[in-house]
């Protein structure tokens, strides 16, 4: 009777985590069917970074789910073969690009960058705008990588990149002092404008 009862028991704890599962999968059925991304952007939605995963979710310039996925890159254009992640609009529909090289990223690693990506809902960028995407997905590798310590000890690509605007957001006293330095010398943002819709402000 015992053995009978324990069965029973596994039984529903293994058929409440299917239905868990399946919740999920159905939640972000718009945006991605990979785990790690749901993963990441369910832990995203504990930090700083909700705003971020409200707006993948639909509550964004165009009302629609972002669709996420892991992709080479290369295959949009070769100038973007070493990026970690893509912000892109095609038509009326927004897509957030993560390199495939992170596909075994840790997860709050990848809840960091998609913090980030989702800051881009239209074709217009500026240094500003960069700005506020690079000091949010720092606050919220710092966030989670306070929480875990561990994941900064971990060796992948995408840590190393958390780490480095952690320190400068850190020596920043949490501000986007050091960050803005950071984007305003980067080499790849030259062109920019300093204002764009939404980000007016001066940082």
């Given at each position: 009777m015992k053995?009978?009862?324990?069965?029973?028991?596994?039984?529903?704890?293994?058929?409440?985590?299917?239905?868990?599962?399946?919740?999920?999968?159905?939640?972000?059925?718009?945006?991605?069917?990979?785990?790690?991304?749901?993963?990441?952007?369910?832990?995203?939605?504990?930090?700083?970074?909700?705003?971020?995963?409200?707006?993948?979710?639909?509550?964004?310039?165009?009302?629609?789910?972002?669709?996420?996925?892991?992709?080479?890159?290369?295959?949009i254009s070769?100038?973007?073969?070493?990026?970690?992640?893509?912000?892109?609009?095609?038509?009326?529909?927004?897509?957030?690009?993560?390199?495939?090289?992170?596909?075994?990223?840790?997860?709050?690693?990848?809840?960091?960058?998609?913090?980030?990506?989702?800051?881009?809902?239209?074709?217009?960028?500026?240094?500003?705008?960069?700005?506020?995407?690079?000091?949010?997905?720092?606050?919220?590798?710092?966030?989670?990588?306070?929480?875990?310590?561990?994941?900064?000890?971990?060796?992948?690509?995408?840590?190393?990149?958390?780490?480095?605007?952690?320190?400068?957001?850190?020596?920043?006293?949490?501000?986007?002092?050091?960050?803005?330095?950071?984007?305003?010398?980067?080499?790849?943002?030259?062109?920019?404008?300093?204002?764009?819709?939404?980000?007016?402000?001066l940082l």
């Amino acid at each position: 009777m015992k053995k009978f009862i324990l069965l029973l028991s596994i039984l529903f704890l293994q058929f409440a985590n299917a239905e868990i599962d399946e919740a999920l999968y159905k939640k972000y059925k718009d945006v991605s069917a990979d785990a790690s991304i749901i993963e990441a952007l369910e832990k995203l939605g504990e930090t700083t970074g909700k705003y971020s995963k409200d707006a993948i979710l639909g509550k964004n310039l165009t009302n629609k789910p972002i669709q996420v996925e892991f992709l080479n890159l290369s295959t949009i254009s070769p100038m973007y073969t070493n990026f970690d992640a893509l912000g892109w609009k095609k038509k009326k529909n927004l897509y957030i690009y993560i390199n495939e090289k992170h596909k075994d990223a840790p997860i709050e690693a990848l809840s960091a960058i998609l913090a980030h990506e989702a800051i881009h809902q239209d074709e217009h960028n500026s240094l500003n705008e960069e700005t506020y995407a690079w000091t949010l997905e720092a606050a919220v590798w710092t966030q989670l990588s306070d929480d875990n310590p561990e994941l900064e000890k971990i060796s992948h690509p995408l840590v190393e990149r958390e780490n480095v605007i952690k320190k400068l957001f850190v020596r920043g006293d949490y501000t986007s002092k050091y960050i803005h330095k950071f984007v305003i010398t980067n080499k790849g943002y030259q062109n920019l404008p300093e204002r764009s819709y939404g980000f007016e402000e001066l940082l």
